[in-house]
């Protein structure tokens, strides 16, 4: 079993956890590898890496480039029934071997496909994290037996695009320039700011990395780059109409702690 610590905040503040990578390839895209392993360095080390598939097949052909580049382990399953994915079974077994040799605080698990829920609600109940990371299209089920889930689509390299000449609506996607990720969806606000009444204290401010924490407990899948932010605090400060921002130099602490409140009279409608 997992020590209570290395389980009990499963964000990306977390650096000290021993992590299993296991990836799909039938199921994810070799050009999200970088972004994939330096995401995965934000909650801890990936002290095992392999990824499972048929790589005599022409469609594994993009694994092949990257695979000694980031030391990933490749383990050949050869598709020996057509229509059936014999690489889910082995991803599978070898994940539950992994996971009694109690060496891991927790498993990355890279793939869309639903088949995968199983294996992420019995790491869960060992007491482990798991972070998913699979593309938009990738079914809630799995999404939501993850502690945290990361679209792939955010991972990717960035064209340069032309900054706006003014800030958008807060309803609408917000361009970013190359640095930054760009938008797709409108922010759930109304999620948002029902999060933002449960993690704030009794004044009414909450310490922003609770605030993040909570979010993604609510919601496995939750991320600022979805909506066009690289961080949250850059999300908050983005929408001075809705949020109140304060830095505060907490004693012991060499860098001001951000809190954030709702703004008065900003109900949730």
């Known amino acids: 079993m997992a020590s209570p610590k290395s389980n009990s905040r499963p964000d990306v503040e977390e650096h000290s956890l021993r992590l299993a990578v296991l990836i799909d390839a039938d199921n994810a895209q070799a050009s999200v590898i ?29 694994w092949k480039k990257v695979l000694n580049q980031h030391a990933i382990k490749p383990v050949q399953q050869f598709a020996y029934t057509t229509g059936k994915n014999a690489t889910d079974g082995t991803m599978i077994i070898d994940a539950m071997d992994l ?21 992420a609600l019995r790491i869960r109940e060992e007491g482990l994290s798991v972070f998913g990371f699979g593309e938009e299209k990738t079914p809630d089920a799995f999404r939501n037996a993850c502690h945290k889930f990361v679209f792939t689509e ?37 999620f948002v700011l029902q999060a933002l009444d449960q993690a704030c204290d009794d004044s009414g401010w909450a310490n922003l990395g609770a605030f993040g924490s909570y979010l993604t407990k609510l919601q496995s899948d939750f991320d600022p780059r979805l909506y066009g932010f690289k961080k949250l605090s850059e999300l908050v400060r983005s929408k001075p ?14 860098s001001p702690v951000i809190y954030v409140r709702k703004r008065p009279g900003k109900g949730i409608q």
């Open 34 to 62: 970088e972004g994939l392993l330096a995401e995965i360095a934000r909650f801890g080390e990936a002290s095992v890496k392999r990824i499972y598939g048929d790589f005599t097949s022409p469609n594994s052909a993009q």
């Open 99 to 119: 996971l009694y040799t109690r060496r891991f605080d927790g498993f990355c698990l890279v793939s869309s496909d639903s088949d995968f829920t199983g294996l």
């Open 154 to 190: 955010v991972l990717r390299a960035l064209p340069m695009t032309t900054p706006p000449a003014e800030p958008e609506s807060d309803e609408q996607p917000i361009q970013q320039t190359s640095s930054s990720p760009v938008a797709k969806k409108a922010l759930p606000l109304r």
């Open 241 to 254: 109409h809705l949020f109140v921002v304060e830095e505060r130099q907490l004693t012991g602490s060499n």
